[in-house]
C-alpha cells in the first residue's frame, strides 16, 4: 500500500483535459510544496514532468500542470494526445515513513 | 549527455545479499545527493535512501523499510554508486533505479530540500526467489 493515494486510472479522448489526483496526509503533500510528478511509458523508465508543485523542467509540454490544495496535489493534462498515454507517479517530501513518498501511480488511457 | 548504467541485478536466494552498481558518464557522482528507487508490480515505486554530496558530508538516509538491511555507498575513484542489499526476501524482487537528486532552495530557511528525482537510469532487476 502506498503512502499517497491515486486513482489506479483516468481515461479521456484526445483535446480533452483530465486531471490526476494525488492524496497524502500533514506529513507529506499538505505539509510541504515538495510535490513532484513521473511519466513512465509502458517498459520505459520514469521521467520527471513537475517538480516544486507546478514547475515544469525544460522541454516539459505547458500542457502539463500540477496544483495543490491542502493534502491533495493534482496533475493536469490539457489537449490530451496520444502520447500522454502512460502510467503518471506523484511524490511528496515527507517526515515520515521516509524522506519521500510515492502514490501508486495512475494509468492514463487516451480513448 | 548525463547518464547511469545500472548493474548487477539477478537471482538471488531469499536471505542472500547482493550489490548493485550505478555507474555515471558526463557527470561526477562525488558532487550529487542521489538515491536508490525500486519499482514492483504490486507496490509501484518505493524510495529507499540517498546519499548526499561529499561537501555536505556523504551521509546516507535510508525508508523505514529497508533501514538495517540495505547500505548506500559510493566509489568516488570509479564515479560509482552502490546499493548493497543484505537479508533478501521475496518482497525485495524489483527493478531497482538511481537517479540523481534535485532540490528546492527554501529562502526562509537557507535549506536546499532534495526530494525529487532529476535523472534515472535504466535500472537493473532483482529477483529473489528460491
Known amino acids: 500500500q502506498s503512502a499517497l493515494t491515486q486513482p489506479a486510472s483516468v481515461s479521456g479522448s484526445p483535446g480533452q483535459s483530465i486531471t490526476i489526483s494525488c492524496t497524502g496526509t500533514?506529513?507529506?503533500?499538505?505539509?510541504?510544496?515538495?510535490v513532484s510528478w513521473y511519466q513512465q511509458h509502458p517498459g520505459k523508465v520514469p521521467k520527471l514532468i513537475i517538480f516544486?508543485?507546478?514547475v515544469r523542467p525544460s522541454g516539459i509540454s505547458t500542457r502539463f500542470s500540477g496544483s495543490k490544495s491542502g493534502n491533495t496535489a493534482y496533475l493536469t493534462i490539457s489537449g490530451l494526445q496520444a502520447e500522454d498515454e502512460a502510467d503518471y507517479h506523484c511524490?511528496?517530501?515527507?517526515?515520515?515513513?521516509?524522506?519521500?513518498?510515492f502514490g501508486g501511480g495512475t494509468r492514463l488511457t487516451v480513448l | 549527455e548525463v547518464q547511469l548504467v545500472e548493474s548487477g541485478g539477478g537471482l538471488v536466494k531469499p536471505g542472500g545479499s547482493l550489490r548493485l552498481s550505478c555507474t555515471a558518464s558526463?557527470?561526477?557522482?562525488?558532487?550529487?545527493?542521489m538515491s536508490w528507487v525500486r519499482q514492483t508490480p504490486g507496490k509501484g515505486l518505493e524510495w529507499l535512501g540517498r546519499i548526499k554530496s561529499a561537501t555536505k558530508g556523504g551521509t546516507t538516509d535510508y525508508a523505514a523499510a529497508v533501514r538495517g538491511r540495505f547500505t548506500i555507498s559510493r566509489d568516488d575513484s570509479k564515479n560509482t554508486l552502490y546499493l548493497h542489499m543484505d537479508s533478501l526476501n521475496t518482497e525485495d524482487t524489483a527493478m531497482y533505479y538511481c537517479?540523481?537528486?534535485?532540490?528546492?532552495?527554501?529562502?526562509?530557511?537557507?535549506?536546499?530540500?532534495?526530494?525529487?528525482?532529476?535523472?534515472w537510469g535504466k535500472g537493473t532487476t532483482v529477483t529473489v526467489s528460491s
Open positions: 558526463e557527470f561526477t557522482v562525488t558532487d550529487a545527493w
Open positions: 537517479t540523481i537528486d534535485g532540490s528546492h532552495y527554501d529562502t526562509l530557511t537557507g535549506y536546499y530540500y532534495y526530494y525529487y528525482m532529476d535523472v
Open positions: 516544486d508543485v507546478s
Open positions: 500533514h506529513n507529506d503533500v499538505g505539509a510541504y510544496d515538495y
Open positions: 511524490s511528496s517530501y515527507s517526515t515520515s515513513i521516509a524522506l519521500r513518498v
